[in-house]
Each structure stands twice: as C-alpha cells, then as structure tokens.
C-alpha cells in the first residue's frame, strides 16, 4: 500500500523508466550517481521507491510512524537527481520488502530496476539475500544490483565475466555505460577449466553482437586457464577498478543445493561490483541513451 506519493509534472514524458529501490540515507547517494550514469537522457524517468517494512506485531495502520527514515533516503536523493530527470517518489509499506518492491515496479511500469547490496547475505539459504533473490527472479524488469559502487569513483578498467547468454549480453551494455568514456576499457573474460567438451567461443560472442548493433565496441577478449572458475575470476579481477556479470538464470528452487557461480563470485569480490538481469526486452540499450 501507498504512504506518500509525488509524481512529477511531466513523469510521463520519459520513454524508459527507472525505479531506483532507496534503502536508506547511507546507500542513496551510491544510488544516485550510478543512476545518472544508468539513465543518462533528457527523456529518462526516474521513480525513487522506499519501502516502510511495518513489523508482524504492529497493525499495518501504523505504518506511517515507520516512514521517517524513508522520507530522509528520497529527499536526499531527489536533491541531486530532481535537476536532471523526471523524478517521482513512491513510500509503501509492507510486511516484506521483495514483494513490495516488485509490486511497485509492476504499478511504475519499470523498464529498469535499481538497487544497493550491502555484500554477504544474513542468511545461508540466500544467494544475495532475501530482498534481492526473489527480486531478480521475478522482476518483470532488467535489474541492475550495485556493491561497494559509492562515492567518485571513476572505472577505467572494467572486468565482465562471461559464459554466454542475455545476463552477460546486457552485462556488458551496463559496462559500456559506466565505464570512462575516453580512458575506459573493458575486458570480456571466461575461464577454461579444460572439463568441457565445447569451450565458449567469447569472441564470437563479442564479435556478432558487435556487428548485430546489440553492443558498442572495442571491447577486448580473454580467455582465463584455471582449475577453479571463482577463483580465476577472483585472480584476474583483483587487476581492474569494477566487475560486472550476469546473474545465474535457474530458478531459486534449483539453487537450493549449491550457490551458482556468478552470486559467488558476487559475494567473494572485494572490487566494485555490478550484478544484472535481463528481462528479456534488451535493445540497442547504448544506442538509446548515449
């Protein structure tokens, strides 16, 4: 259910939305500075969303008492943000922040969603924790997960792990988009244990979606020899300023058993790094908005 509302004057003037998930005041400037990068276009409309958890033994009438933190995360935000993009701002409150969130984005009609991870989720069951594992499975949005990507930081080497697919297709459009303009160069990786019998083929990868007009070039190759797939990815990006790679696309049912490679990277790296899904619906995403 809805708090508080504020929808801009011309909020429905943007072709592509973003919802930005506002956690709290700590983590919105983080937010903010990659969404400008994110979005970057005069016709971009940004909707902050900030989710008032209400607790099980507290009627959901009072949930208002709870919104004080919330207001603080978007006025903070809308300070840098309110200048350059449509902005509009929802508090809802809930009992759980996942399904909460994801109904917001379904009433936003979000073509993008954006939030903070703080690392290591709080409980074993989880891959990225309890928020964000049912929301990068059920989104009906791309999602774009942000760790340790705060202040002015500037990625000039960027690092995108790949095995093939739309997750690492999109990882490196989100790439492109953060990396340095003039001084940025990104490396596309994947590892080679010497265990399969069909190797992937990362420059032919790179390569047709280069000439299909999906990705904007240079972007460089690397094949990794290694034993272990974390750990040469961990090896190799200890060398670059940001890492980012594709979630795993099997449901949260198959994960029960082991954690998939790319949440383990995710939780190990000490680097900045970017966690994406795609939805499905990925264009010429740079050709958009650059």
Known sequence: QVLHKQTAPDADS?????????????????????TYK????????????????????????????????????????????GPLFPISSHLRYCRSVARGIL??????????????????????????????????ERAPCNVV????CGGNQVFKRVLVPLAGGLNGLFA?????????????????????TGRRRKKFDI????DANIQSGKLEGPI??????????????????ADYDLVVM?????PLVSQIVHTPIPETIAQRCDKPLVMVKASGRIRSWIKRWV
């Not at 592509?16 to 500075?33: D, F, H, M, S």
Request: hydrophobic share 40%; charged share 25%.
């Open 145 to 148: 997960v942000l760790k340790g």
């Open 38 to 81: 994110l979005c970057g276009a005069k016709e971009a409309r940004v909707d902050l969303l900030h989710m008032v958890t209400v607790p099980d033994q507290v009627p959901l009438s009072d949930a208002a008492e709870y919104m004080q933190e919330g207001k603080e995360s978007i006025m903070e935000t809308m300070l840098y943000l």
């Open 14 to 34: 943007g072709k592509y939305g973003i919802t930005v998930a506002v956690g709290n005041p700590a983590n919105a400037l983080e937010l903010v500075q990659n």
């Open 103 to 136: 109904s917001g984005v379904r009433d936003n009609r979000a073509d993008m969603l954006i939030m903070g991870w703080h690392g290591r989720p709080k409980a074993r069951a989880f891959n990225l924790g309890s928020t964000i594992d049912p929301i990068i």
């Open 172 to 192: 490196l459009e989100i790439a492109k988009i953060l990396t340095h303009p003039e001084e940025g160069e990104i490396t596309a990786v994947t590892v080679d």
């Open 220 to 237: 460089k190759t690397k094949t990794i020899q290694a034993d272990d797939i974390v750990e040469g990815i961990l090896t190799e990006a």
């Open 203 to 206: 420059e032919a990868f790179v």
């Open 246 to 250: 594709g979630c795993t696309r099997e």
